[in-house]
């Protein structure tokens, strides 16, 4: 087969293309820069929220670039910080959102306060669209008298202390007590009296802080009682199970009505630790120990159930209990908080007012994760419901609905951070510190040794 010649044309031989009318010219090269610009798009929360819409948003448009903010120094929200020490498994989603960080289009800004160091205004302008998917940083209280009591914690402060979250790293639980209550049947309550009964053996491998294996090494804790005010087919915990409410049953009322057999009760008898669930109790009280400066035990309301399906509520019989204990978890949620005085807020529930993630009455202006929805479900729910709010964003943009023209993105807001004497920091410094971490944990066979003090972060960044 003869070789192909190619033959070679001057550029003012090639065919001219014939252009539309003028008229027609101006639509057309409008239509060809909307299709050719680089959407700039900030999210603001670089947790599972923030980094599945910037996954979704990336995947899903060649060009668009996405700048995710972060207050914290670190990335990853609640899978560093809220994913209990001995679920290691859980958090190999890191793996995932560090592919998204290294892409091209995607930047990382750590130790930047969304509505503290830039506003929500100052970032729509220089952005086409703004993400806000910053979580539930706060807890619900319990609102009765006594939780002002020494001895009475949230579970989220308790999880981000062994978690070594930096606002919790002060934290010093008194664990002198023998029985603890957990107030809340969630995951995270089930997780914490996992912790305070899990022999600190078992946890020396994990990345739980030095600081918090110590302290559970001298604790004293024997008994966990997880309290809640409904019943077990109630229970907001799950299980990693097909079919997992009917699952969970099975589990909870074999658990109630079997006996164990000689092999099982031989091996449970010198059991040094032990945990219960208490159905159908609703917190009135803590109690205080005979001098006033400590919590010495919590009175709960006996409750029975009314009405079915979603509208089954517990009321109280009337009858009461006290429960001694000394120490209080309080689990009962977490919570989001306004962010910025021009961002709709619904403070009953906790939530940014949206549909399908659009903020509402706020056009370019969007939310996914707990601040969307509430803080309920799981990692894969949380993906799911980001994916959703970044094909939402992606029709808009499609749709003309977002500005046109070039934005500034990060170049403007770092002006603005640098003339405001902050310095964020960047997925490369990040991995500076990871590396730190996971260097002074090999000495003890931990996976890292968490940095705490966001001071030392910076002075190993040499800031």
């Not at 400066?293 to 159930?305: E, N, P, Q, S």
């Not at 989001?336 to 706020?362: A, H, Q, T, W, Y």
Request: charged share 20%.
């Amino acid at each position: 087969m003869a070789p192909r010649c190619w033959r070679w044309w001057p550029w003012s031989a090639w065919p001219r293309t014939r252009l539309p009318p003028s008229e027609s010219t101006q639509s057309f090269r409008q239509q060809l820069s909307t299709q050719e610009q680089t959407p700039q798009i900030c999210v603001v929360g670089s947790g599972p929220a923030g980094f599945y819409t910037a996954q979704h948003l990336l995947k899903h448009h060649p060009r668009a670039h996405v700048d995710i903010y972060e207050k914290q120094l670190v990335p990853f929200g609640l899978v560093r910080f809220g994913v209990a020490p001995d679920h290691p498994e859980v958090k190999n989603v890191i793996n995932t959102f560090t592919r998204t960080a290294h892409s091209d289009r995607c930047a990382f800004h750590g130790n930047v306060v969304v509505g503290r160091d830039v506003t929500v205004q100052e970032l729509r302008d220089a952005y086409h669209a703004v993400v806000l998917s910053y979580g539930a940083e706060d807890h619900r209280g319990l609102e009765i008298p006594g939780e002002e009591l020494p001895g009475v914690l949230s579970a989220r402060a308790f999880v981000g202390w062994y978690n070594g979250l930096p606002e919790n790293r002060k934290m010093a639980p008194d664990l002198s007590c023998d029985t603890a209550v957990v107030l809340g049947q969630g995951n995270v309550a089930l997780d914490v009296a996992r912790i305070l009964l899990t022999p600190p053996e078992y946890l020396e491998k994990t990345d739980i802080t030095e600081a918090a294996l110590g302290a559970l090494r001298q604790s004293q804790v024997k008994t966990v009682w997880i309290v809640g005010r409904r019943g077990p087919l109630q229970v907001a915990f799950t299980i990693k199970a097909p079919r997992p409410r009917k699952r969970l049953m099975e589990l909870l009322l074999r658990a109630a009505v079997e006996k164990p057999g000689v092999a099982e009760a031989a091996r449970r008898a010198p059991a040094p630790r032990a945990w219960g669930l208490r159905f159908l109790r609703s917190p009135q009280r803590v109690l205080p120990s005979p001098d006033g400066r400590r919590v010495a035990g919590i009175r709960l309301a006996v409750t029975r159930l009314e009405g079915v399906g979603e509208a089954t509520r517990a009321v109280p019989t009337g009858d009461l209990e006290d429960l001694p204990c000394g120490l209080v978890l309080s689990s009962i949620g977490y919570k989001s908080c306004p962010i910025d005085p021009s961002v709709p807020f619904d403070p009953k529930l906790g939530v940014i007012p949206n549909m399908e993630g659009r903020v509402v009455d706020v056009p370019g202006l969007y939310c996914s994760g707990w601040v969307k929805r509430g803080p309920t479900g799981v990692i894969t729910t949380t993906m799911t419901d980001s994916f959703v709010t970044g094909q939402i964003l992606l029709q808009d943009l499609k749709a003309g609905l977002l500005p046109s023209g070039p934005r500034p993105g990060y170049a403007a807001i770092k002006a603005l951070l640098g003339s405001r004497g902050v310095w964020p920091v960047s997925f490369s410094d990040w991995e500076k510190l990871d590396a730190e971490e996971v260097s002074r944990g090999q000495g003890a066979g931990k996976p890292r040794e968490k940095l705490l003090d966001p001071q030392e972060m910076l002075r190993l960044l040499g800031r």
